[in-house]
């Protein structure tokens, strides 16, 4: 796909390379027409030709027939094949488990052509999906299980017994893939070799309804399901497909009818895989290729881009820097090349720098965005010339998305100023699920209080500076600290603990736990290591551990100073590698 670019409204007197491009594509007559609505009680720009559910979007990946649209080695499905086979799922769903209209069914696992097909069979049933974070463990799982209200799990043979452990009944498990099984549960393919359901066999939900519920780390310790509306999936598709044509027509692209293929290597857990590219692929008819599950193996995704004549791909800036690093440009044909996308945390210009010399046929074409799961993924964007002319920037507003820089109290900052990024628009969710306190807090008039710090330039651009959560983003994953340093606390040799995040070459930022240990006892960091293991997912386990008598520094308030803990990188030790990755 092309990369993306976007517009302020209304159009600034300095203008973006796309602004005008925009400003054509989203007016009267055209595709991404937008117009004034009221949504959930707030009145905002929408985009007038959207399809209202995500059911509706089988009916047109069906028009794409027999082109690719799913492959995994040697397992490959045709669009048909693929949302035949969901619709089979589907209807067994609903006959075999009694799914019904807004029923929360989870699905589990790696990324995996069945992984798809199990999401759009929930969303043809018109369930509620609920993409649980594959790395998760037991006890997160059960979290996550009994505060969705979770009736059915779809997974992988490796999850399986996770599920399992969490409590959740065999007979309510649906399993793919290759592994050993727990005994009881029942198989996908015995599902998907049934008779297909009709398209419209249940009942259509409205489009403010829940879709599905994406479980974001909480600053609180626990996760919160983030409650996205078909309206605000879809939103993100509309928003992706017009900044995607216009920076090709930017680039002086004439129009094609090719189809892109496109390297899947992040989580489709995540909203950036999930809404950015498997949902807008079934509209647009591109296809979705997978590395084998398991941890990510450069050669291997150098083999996928060569043999399956990769034409985009995405993922967060860890990523594409592995494949660099890794010298796989040298090894093997990436000139099939010509987009590059990433998102899901800071990019830097020597890292932009680096893509344009890997890959011969990119002509420039790098895109960044900047989103939340709140906010669907896209919020933000850039590419192009844009990106090129502002490397540090996350880009500009969506046709449909507003920006407001501010105070913690809501009152507006000027241009230039820094304060709390607020984002409004049709694809920003209505709310957590059943969590009213949080709501409160993040949700006012409409407007979505990030949380990130940063500015906008004059010309619209946004800058992301800082983060006002506590958090860290290690390799694009989202870790708040509070749901380590709570995990830790349990442990009986841990007096005080406080988890800061420290700089990491590959994966941006790694986490680093100092402990006070309590008076009269032992501690190493493989006993917290293996004793965290037990209580989260391993990758939200510190890597580097620090060990005091002291107590850890607070301000008057009594809150854990963590800036002065952060101290040198060097100062600090690795204890064992990294674990494997589910992707």
């Known amino acids: 796909m092309g990369g993306l670019t976007i517009v302020v409204r209304p159009i600034l007197a300095a203008m973006a390379h796309v602004d005008p491009i925009l400003e054509e594509l989203t007016g009267p007559g055209q595709l991404f027409e937008v117009e004034e609505a009221v949504v959930l009680g707030h009145s905002m720009r929408v985009y007038k030709n959207r399809p209202r559910n995500l059911r509706d979007l089988l009916a047109i990946g069906m028009s794409h027939g027999d082109l690719a649209y799913l492959v995994q080695g040697e397992v490959r499905h045709t669009f048909l094949e693929a949302i035949t086979r969901a619709l089979s799922v589907a209807g067994a769903l609903h006959d075999r488990f009694g799914i019904q209209s807004g029923d929360r069914v989870a699905v589990v696992g790696a990324n995996a052509p069945d992984w798809v097909i199990a999401y759009w069979a929930v969303i043809a049933a018109q369930g509620v999906v609920v993409p649980f974070n594959a790395w998760w463990k037991a006890a997160e799982l059960q979290f996550g299980i009994e505060d969705s209200g979770t009736s059915l799990v779809l997974c992988d043979a490796r999850r399986a017994s996770t599920v399992v452990e969490a409590g959740f009944p065999v007979d309510r498990i649906v399993v793919w893939g290759q592994g050993d099984r727990p005994e009881g549960v029942t198989a996908l393919e015995s599902l998907a070799a049934g008779e297909p359901a009709a398209l419209d066999f249940a009942e259509i939900r409205g489009e403010d309804e829940t879709?599905?519920?994406f479980y974001t780390s909480g600053t609180t310790g626990r996760p919160k399901g983030s409650a996205n509306t078909h309206h605000n999936i879809i939103t993100n598709l509309m928003n992706f497909g017009v900044l995607n044509k216009a920076q090709a027509i930017a680039a002086g692209e004439p129009p094609s009818g090719e189809k892109a293929t496109y390297l899947c290597i992040i989580p489709l857990f995540h909203a950036t895989a999930n809404f950015t590219y498997m949902v807008p692929f079934m509209f647009a008819g591109h296809k979705l290729v997978f590395l084998p599950p398991g941890k990510f193996e450069a050669d291997?995704?150098?083999?996928?881009i060569q043999d399956e004549n990769v034409t985009a791909i995405g993922g967060v800036p860890t990523i594409m820097?592995?494949?660099?690093?890794?010298?796989?440009h040298e090894r093997y044909d990436l000139s099939s090349v010509t987009a590059i996308g990433y998102g899901g945390a800071p990019a830097s210009a020597a890292l932009l720098e680096k893509i344009n010399g890997a890959f011969p046929?990119?002509?420039?074409?790098?895109?960044?965005a900047y989103g939340l799961t709140e906010t669907s993924a896209i919020a933000t964007a850039t590419g192009g010339l844009d990106y090129q002319e502002h490397p540090s920037s996350v880009g500009q507003a969506s046709p449909v998305n507003d920006v407001r820089i501010a105070e913690f109290d809501g009152t507006p900052r000027p241009k230039g100023e820094t304060g709390e990024i607020w984002l409004r628009g049709p694809n920003v969710v209505p709310g957590y699920w059943e969590r009213p306190?949080?709501?409160a807090q993040s949700f006012v008039d409409g407007w979505f209080r990030s949380g990130d710090v940063g500015y906008i330039d004059s010309e619209g651009f946004v800058y992301i500076t800082d983060?006002?959560?506590?958090?860290?983003?290690?390799?694009?994953?989202?870790?708040?600290?509070?749901?380590?340093?709570?995990?830790?606390?349990?442990?009986?040799?841990?007096?005080e603990v406080a988890v800061v995040g420290v700089p990491h070459a590959e994966l941006g930022e790694e986490l680093k736990a100092?402990?006070?240990?309590?008076?009269?006892?032992t501690a190493d960091a493989d006993e917290l290591k293996a004793f965290a293991r037990t209580q989260m997912a391993d990758f939200k386990v510190p890597a580097y551990w620090e060990f005091r008598t002291d107590p850890l520094p607070r301000n008057p308030a009594g809150k854990v100073l963590k800036a002065p803990l952060r101290g040198d990188h060097s100062a600090v030790f690795s204890v064992g590698e990294e674990s494997d990755s589910a992707l």
């Open 467 to 495: 983060r006002a959560k506590d958090m860290v983003i290690r390799g694009g994953e989202n870790i708040y600290c509070v749901e380590v340093e709570s995990a830790l606390e349990a442990h009986p040799a841990v007096s």
């Open 300 to 304: 291997a995704a150098g083999r996928a």
């Open 211 to 213: 879709a599905g519920l």
């Open 361 to 368: 046929n990119l002509k420039k074409k790098v895109s960044t």
């Open 514 to 521: 100092i402990i006070v240990v309590a008076p009269g006892v």
């Open 321 to 328: 820097a592995r494949l660099i690093d890794d010298g796989v």
């Open 437 to 439: 306190e949080a709501n």
